[in-house]
Each structure stands twice: as structure tokens, then as C-alpha cells.
């Protein structure tokens, strides 16, 4: 018996370039808004891999997504480029890494030492930068987003007004506004006001007293993007 | 999709030097992954996230000296919010003239650009059907990822990557295939 399945016709290098060609040739269709912080941090790792993989599932089912993947790769790969110094060793290079291959025949435990001064310096430098800039700390307290509406407070159906506060350095805003089983189904981008009313007919069918889940996106001068938590308003 | 190697403003040339790397990366980046359609917008594109990434430099002389990283990392996203107004005025421009006579309103090769439409949908159907690790694993070599950085990606070894990605395109091969497309 024959162990060859119609399954293991894999699909050859000049086929997967055709089926490429045609996924970039392919003018995306507006999807859902790219985020596209969110690819860059998982194009270059800087998302945990649970997290990279969520990103990919919506690279896999959204052309905008794809073609925000593609041109994350491109540039994250030019940028690594750009940042390597050139490999031009001078004389007292070359001595020194004459000196650390020399390091190869020496005992275990003094290469061991020096890997612990290394991250013990690590960690220090680490820290201090934490001290001096908190900005970087991702979802830290200092850049929170705080809302401005308390939790407890229903909102008239004809004035849905959410504000909030936080991130000064804010160029513009985004929010996001879900209903209780998650599912978006409103977004506005560019606000420039920490302030923002959720046109009525969005709300029309919702019920009286539905959770309203809202969230905001700060955008940064540098094009990073800064999350809220997510609030809840009842809908009077 | 190669791009040449050469020195960034790092090692000892002017930050003007890093923003003219910066801008041949950009237009490399936009003409091997913009759709034919998007041909004509290209030197836009281009000046927009040049645009931003300048300001930013203006608002803040103090960071002139900015890594690389950071100011690709503002180029792209200053891209990618360009391209999605793009894709918006778009569409209001497809509605406006859905009544009138159809005329070819990008460049390019219309026939290819519907072909391609076509294949990419079926290919994205046929993703859906496949088993989750499957998918993602065949996504990034369809992403045009080597075998390393698709299992770096995904947090997997090599092997297992690497097996993903032939049973995934086998399964692949055979949805399209039900489609009437051979690869």
C-alpha cells in the first residue's frame, strides 16, 4: 500500500513566489483599522509570542493587516541595517579580540564570572534608565489613561459623552467603543479633544441600560500608541 | 525581497546622511509591498512619512541623534496611516462611481489586479480552513519569512515550524486546488 496522499503535494518554491506575488498584487480592501504599533512590536518582537500570534491570525484573514505585516518586516529589517556600525576592525580591535579568543583556554568559572558582572551591570543600567524615563515603561502609572466618567454614571443615549485625562504629550486620540460581548462596533481616530460624543444612532440598538465598554488609544509624536484600560458606562 | 547592505548615520556620518538612508529604505519597502494599485501614490506616501519623521526632528533637536529603530519606526507608522487614508478616499471614490461606466481607475494591469484579487481570496479562505498552527506557520512563509525567523516569530522550534509550514502548504495546495488554482 502506498503511503502518498493527494495532501502531500506540497506546493513548490516558484508556486509559493506566485501565490506571493499575488497576495502583494492583491489591492486591500479596507478591513478593520490596522494598529499599526501593534504590528511593529510584533514584527519585531517586543510583543510576548502569545500575543505575535494573535497578530498573525489577523495577518492571515485581513489584507490590510498583511500588507501592514510586509511593510514592518521591510523596515524593521533596513532599520537593523542602518543601525550596524561598520565592521571595519582597527589594530586595537583586532587586539582585543585576540584577547577575548584567548579567554577560550582559561577556566570555566572565570567566563562565569564575567557573564555575572555583565548582567549584574545589566540590570543596573536597566534600572536606572526605568528611574530616569518612566515614559518607556509600557502602561506604566505615569502615562495612564484615566477616564474621566465615573463607572457608576448611565449615560443619556442622546449625549454619550466620554471623556478622559492623562499622556500630555498626546498628539491625537482614538477610541474604541464595544458592546458587552465585545464585539467594536464604533471607532473614531484622530480626536484632538480629550472629549468625545458618541453620535445617537450608534446606540440605537443597544438596550436601555446595556454596558457600554469604551477604550482610548493615545498616539504619541513618535507614532507609538498608548492604551487605556477599558471603562464601562451603562447606557440610560 | 533584498535589501542592499550599507552603514547607517551611526558610524560617524550627519543625521541628514541617516535620513536620506532612510528615505531610499522607504521607497525599497514601499515598491516591493504597495499593489500596482498604489503605484501613483508612492511618491506621496513616501513624502507624508518623511514629513513626520522631519517634524519630529524639529519639535525635538535634542533627539536628532535618534537610533535608527526609532525613526523607521515613525516613518512606518506615519505610512500606515497614510495608506489608510488612501484606502478610505478610496472606497468613497468606488461608491461615488459605482453608477457611472467602468473605467480603469488605477494603474497597472487591471486583468492582473482582478487575477490577484482573486487568488488572494481564495488563498485567505483556504487559510481559515486550516488547523491554527498550520495557519500561522504558512502565513509567515507566505509573508515571505525564512524558516528561522518564522519560528523566532512564533516562539516554536525549527523543526516543528518547518513541519507546520509542509503540511500546511500540502493542505493548501489541495483547498485551492477545490477552487480551480494550481500554484
Known sequence: MSDHRPEDDSIDDAGVERLRTALRDDAATPGEPVDADLVWRAVTQELPADER??????????????????????????????????????????????????????????????????????????????????????????????SGVPEATALARDRFVLRWSGVPQATHWSVQVSSEDLKVFHRVERLEQREYTVPAPVLAELPSGARVLWQVEARLPDGSVRRSSTFVNRLQ | MHLELRHGHSAGASPDAGLETLRRDLEKALASVCPPSLADRRDDLLQVAMMRVVELRKRDPGRAALSSA???????????????????????????????????????????????????????????????????????????????????????????????IYRGLSALRACLSTKGITP
Open chain 1, 53 to 146: 500570534r494573535a497578530v498573525i491570525e489577523r495577518v492571515a484573514a485581513d489584507p490590510t493587516w498583511a500588507q501592514a505585516w510586509r511593510l514592518a518586516m521591510e523596515m524593521s529589517r533596513a532599520a537593523a541595517k542602518a543601525d550596524a556600525p561598520a565592521k571595519v576592525l582597527s589594530l586595537t580591535d583586532r587586539k582585543a579580540a585576540q584577547g577575548k579568543r584567548s579567554w577560550s583556554g582559561r577556566p570555566a568559572w572565570a567566563a562565569m564570572a564575567a557573564m555575572w558582572v555583565v548582567l549584574v551591570g545589566g540590570v543596573l543600567v536597566w534600572r536606572q534608565q526605568q528611574r530616569e524615563d518612566p515614559e518607556r515603561i509600557r502602561g506604566g502609572e505615569a502615562e495612564a489613561i484615566t
Open chain 2, 70 to 164: 526609532y525613526l523607521y519606526r515613525v516613518a512606518y507608522t506615519a505610512l500606515i496611516d497614510e495608506l489608510r487614508r488612501v484606502n478610505a478616499r478610496k472606497e468613497v471614490a468606488l461608491e461615488e462611481v459605482e453608477q457611472a461606466p467602468v473605467q480603469p481607475v488605477a494603474p497597472g494591469d487591471p486583468e492582473r489586479s482582478a487575477g490577484a484579487a482573486q487568488i488572494a481570496r481564495a488563498v485567505r479562505d483556504c487559510l481559515q480552513g486550516l488547523v491554527q498552527d498550520r495557519r500561522l506557520a504558512v502565513t509567515l512563509h507566505l509573508q515571505g519569512h525564512t524558516l528561522h525567523e518564522a519560528a523566532e516569530l512564533l516562539g516554536w522550534e525549527s523543526k516543528r515550524t518547518e513541519n507546520l
